[in-house]
């Protein structure tokens, strides 16, 4: 029988970087996955490929919409090959899968294919071309999640279907009703609607995106209806059926009006949950929580001391970058360092465009804990290099604290907002004011600027540019 310091159930963003860290730490590391391909949902079923696929509606949108704006004339008609660009993405994963082989091969991983399940709380028998069982001194559980459903639909998978079917369809829709006003189905739902389908998305809550800032759910939807996806908040979804190729979703709007969507594909996008299928949990005694999470304390331990677990499988934001800071902390911890996460300061992203980024506080959960505090926002539109490009949605807000003036939160909808927050991030972990921020030279012309001029706007009205 094998023996490990430390064993990995799961190789996503998560468990692989647990895996890689373990091993960069001295301990003999083995990490075992259920599929064929590493990598987990992120990189196979889920962020690669869904932006893979959003850059590729980005293209095509921009060359019917765009391109003559820039003087650039394309003869005859602009076509899409959609079998072309699904198998591009599936080239994309394909290439970052075999990345983390590489990867798990470079620090000398032991890769295990199969189902991981616990025979005790140090045995991990794995079901896969044959049986075998390991031994672990030590195990994370990095299991991830899978997408939820509502019980009274029955998800078919071919017309009623999940972000995973969604992103291998053979076809565009012609309609695609999308329940779940949340950052897959409005991901994907702009994906479609680039590409010429009908998109309606029927959202529970009064507003899309519904745990970010308020300021960024109406700045996100403004720009999405004007490119042509339709919005239906406050609908509470009551049945799902399906007849053929056409399906039928019945909802009822807040006056209790009965309301029917039809569509020849209905994408459920409604979150997603912990994935403990299998795992035999209950063989090694580890608890769970009421909503069957891995129950974990502060060091992300489980109540048996040498069983750990990360990412979508325990408490917090379901977020690929927030599971790999997890497993670089579990790792840490078996070494017998004090790592640390501050889970305020993890950023969330929507990759739609214009892009929407945020990190700390939101302005609702600052009014809602009576905190005295300022804010300061800059539009895009302002911005030279957004004109330059033609991006002209969105915002960056600013929060900061009255007092003190140090950041507490920051709130951006625009181009390249994903890759903005991170300048925010960094300035949170060092406590900067917004003046610090304000003082700091940025260059010209980028969209960075903008940061910059609602860094000056939360320090009193100073923005030069409106």
Known sequence: MSQYDVAVIGSGPGGYVAAIRCAQLGMKTAIIEKYNTLGGTCLNVGCIPSKALLDSSHHYE?????????????????????????????????????????LMNKNKIDVYVGMGSFKDATHIEIDGEKKQTIEAKNTIIATGSKPSSLPFITLDKERVITSTEALTLKEIPKHMVVIGGGVIGLELGQVYRRLGAEVSVVEFMDRIIPTMDAAQSKELMKAMKKQGVKFFLSHKVSAVSKKGKEVTVTATDKKDKEVIFTGDYCLVSVGRRAYTDGLGLENAGVKVTERGQVDVNDHLQTN?????????VVRGAMLAHKASEEG????????????????NLIPGVVYTWPEVASVGKTEEQLKAAKLDYK?????MRALGRSRASGDTDGFIKILTDAKTDEVIGVHMVGARAADLIAEMVVAMEFRASAEDIARMSHAHPTYAEATKEAALAATGDRALHI
């Not at 048996?304 to 979508?312: F, L, R």
């Open 304 to 312: 048996i001391s040498n069983i750990y677990a990360i990412g979508d």
């Open 62 to 102: 921009d060359a019917i919409k765009h391109f003559a704006d820039h003087g650039i004339e394309i003869p005859g008609e602009v076509k899409i090959n959609f079998k072309k660009m699904v198998e591009r993405k599936a080239s994309v994963v394909e290439q970052t899968t075999k990345g983390i082989e590489f």
């Open 375 to 379: 804010s300061g926002q800059f539009p």
């Open 328 to 343: 670089s902390l579990v790792a840490e911890v078996i070494a017998g360092q004090k790592p640390h996460i501050n889970y």
